[in-house]
């Protein structure tokens, strides 16, 4: 991708969160160990700081600064898509750590499927359930919530699966740091979707989508 003139970075998306204009570079630590998402100022800026230590993905982005006083030239600083920075292995720590638990990447992990109707719905129309009841003691962790569409949280009310004679549909899983990169960032460039697809476990709800 090519382009000129950045202006504003993000726009409001129709489901009232920010995309932004410009893919997401993904960076990696030296090891190339997925890290986060930066922004495109911030690619550049560790471009301009000499901290790029190599570079992975096949897209790549230019943008162009002012001009020079001295020479008259515009600066121009072009960016890959994934980028190693230099620096400690500063990923390996966040990548065994557990994502933190939100219902935007709940809904994502579990393909927006309702755990006991199996059916598909909007984001707005979906909930967070306890399997184990929050009143009784489940904890608020990966492990113990699935994605439940009103009708069925309701129902369930506050009883575990057995005792509302409700089947869960699929699993709870605590998503590792490559599948939760996936589900935080909704404009996943292919190179990079391929590059962190590789780091999701293999029983991730993940490859069923791709499958
Ligand atoms: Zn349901």
């Known amino acids: 991708m090519r382009t000129q003139e950045p202006g504003r970075s993000t726009h409001e998306t129709n489901d009232g969160g ?19 998402w930066i922004t495109w100022q911030h690619a550049c800026y560790y471009y301009a700081k000499n901290q790029v230590a190599w570079t992975l993905g096949e897209n790549a982005f230019t943008v162009y600064g002012g001009l020079n006083r001295t020479t008259g030239q515009r600066s121009e600083i072009t960016a890959s898509s994934i980028i190693a920075v230099k620096g ?13 638990l939100n219902n935007r ?15 598909m719905f909007p ?11 929050f ?8 492990m113990n919530v699935v994605t439940a569409c009103r009708a069925c949280n309701e129902k369930k009310s506050d009883r575990t699966p057995e005792l509302a004679g409700m089947e869960l549909l699929y699993l709870p899983y605590i998503p590792n740091r490559a599948e939760y ?5 909704r404009r996943i460039l292919a190179d990079q979707m391929e590059f962190l697809a590789q780091h999701v476990p ?9 499958a």
């Open 181 to 185: 990169l996936i589900l935080t960032n």
């Open 18 to 36: 920010f995309r932004p204009l410009f893919p997401l570079v993904l960076t990696l630590d030296m090891h190339g160990v997925p890290h986060r």
């Open 88 to 100: 400690k292995a500063m990923a390996m720590k966040s990548f065994n750590q557990v994502p933190p």
């Open 105 to 119: 990447e709940l809904f994502h992990r579990d393909r927006q499927l309702c755990a006991y109707c199996g059916g």
């Open 123 to 133: 984001i707005a129309k979906l909930t967070r359930d306890h399997v184990k009841p």
């Open 202 to 210: 293999a029983q991730s709800r993940l490859h069923q989508k791709s």
């Open 135 to 142: 009143s009784k003691s489940g904890r608020d962790i990966w």
